[in-house]
């Protein structure tokens, strides 16, 4: 997959690809707060991605997914600000049927961009 990241002003970076914008900012004073940082993305990208594969689950299932939702935390090491711990909680309805609840952990498990956090790629940084 091939993306293009460009500056298109202030402290804005955009990524373009198959189609799609992704803007980020940085919030002031260095940047508009027009958008969300890249860090923030980045979490971002974790929780939607267990939510793909929860929902996915649903819906092979017949089960509804109104009123489930994941609430993701993340705890940092104060001293370098690096991540050491995020959190998934996937609530779910009161109805919801219990049997189906630890289906619903493994489901989110197979998201890939936390796969890929679990096994990290190697980085090759160039000037070109």
Do not use: W
Not at 30 to 50: E, K, Q, V
Not at 52 to 71: H, K
């Amino acid at each position: 997959m091939e993306m293009i990241v460009d500056f298109p002003g202030g402290a804005r970076v955009d990524a373009h690809f198959g189609g799609f914008t992704v803007p980020t900012d940085q919030p002031p004073p260095a940047g508009a707060n027009s958008a969300p940082s890249p860090f923030a993305t980045f979490l971002a990208s974790i929780g939607t991605c267990a939510g793909i594969y929860v929902l996915g689950f649903c819906q092979q299932r017949g089960l509804p997914s109104a009123g489930i939702r994941i609430v993701q935390r993340a705890e940092a090491d104060r001293a370098t600000g690096m991540v050491t711990r995020i959190t998934l909680d996937i609530e779910v309805p009161p109805d919801f049927p219990d049997k189906y609840k630890p289906a619903l952990i493994k489901a989110a498990d197979q998201c890939k961009v936390k796969k890929h956090l679990e096994h990290p790629p190697a980085f090759d940084v160039r000037v070109l």
